[in-house]
């Protein structure tokens, strides 16, 4: 099993998504030492120290969570056409698992790579005060995204196109920006979660996924891969 998720992670890494990946963290690097501030004089840093760290985790933390719900989405609804599926000898629970696992295992990678850079440039300023919360924030929006790819892998086996993953981002967008739905609104935050708070919030979003994973593997049974 553990081959085959090698395989799913070369199959992505192709030059095109590497080519995608260096240009996110260039830019997610440009913007840390743009929002670190740590070129401006030390004393202003001291004076201001919980102004300048709330603005930069502001800024670092949504740039953060918009390229993870964007790059989540992309890369599960490139399941439907994982082409060489076909060549290989494998039920496709097995398939479809260790591709899961292995979309999974590239959000992590990407979110580590991200919080090094926060960190970097947080810490050679002279405002840095150490948060344990931001490694919690960041942990759980990567699982977010983990979900938001389910439901956009889903919705292409549904709408039979790659491209449903540019509705899923935007819907996440307006329902993240605190759109109300009345009655509905917690309903939809249960199918469509963006903002689930409270106790056992990792525990909550385990059990949205699951519920994803399964109704996905349901869907993906049915399609024919290309």
Not at 59 to 70: A, G, N, P
Not at 119 to 126: C, D, E, Y
Not at 190 to 211: A, D, Q, R
């Amino acid at each position: 099993m553990l081959r085959l998720i090698w395989l799913h992670l070369r199959y992505f890494l192709t030059k095109n998504n590497l080519i995608v990946l260096s240009l996110v963290i260039l830019l997610y690097t440009i913007l840390g030492i743009y929002a670190s501030k740590f070129y401006i004089d030390c004393n202003k840093q001291i004076l201001y120290n919980q102004l300048y760290q709330e603005e930069y985790t502001y800024i670092m933390f949504t740039i953060y969570k918009l390229i993870v719900i964007l790059f989540s989405s992309y890369i599960f609804s490139l399941i439907k056409s994982s082409s060489y599926f076909v060549l290989l000898n494998i039920t496709k629970i097995k398939f479809y698992f260790t591709k899961v696992v292995s979309n999974f295992i590239i959000i992590l990678f990407l979110t580590f790579l991200m919080l090094i850079i926060y960190f970097v440039f947080s810490l050679i300023t002279f405002w840095y005060m150490f948060d344990i919360n931001i490694i919690t924030k960041f942990l759980t929006i990567s699982l977010q995204g983990m979900i938001i790819g389910l439901i956009s892998s889903n919705l292409c086996y549904l709408v039979k196109t790659n491209f449903a993953f540019i509705i899923v981002f935007f819907l996440y967008i307006i329902f993240d920006n605190g759109i109300e739905f009345n009655i509905f609104s917690q309903i939809i935050n249960v199918i469509f979660p963006t903002n689930i708070e409270g106790e056992y919030v990792i525990l909550k979003y385990f059990l949205i996924m699951n519920l994803y994973f399964l109704s996905g593997f349901c869907l993906f049974k049915r399609q024919e891969i290309y």
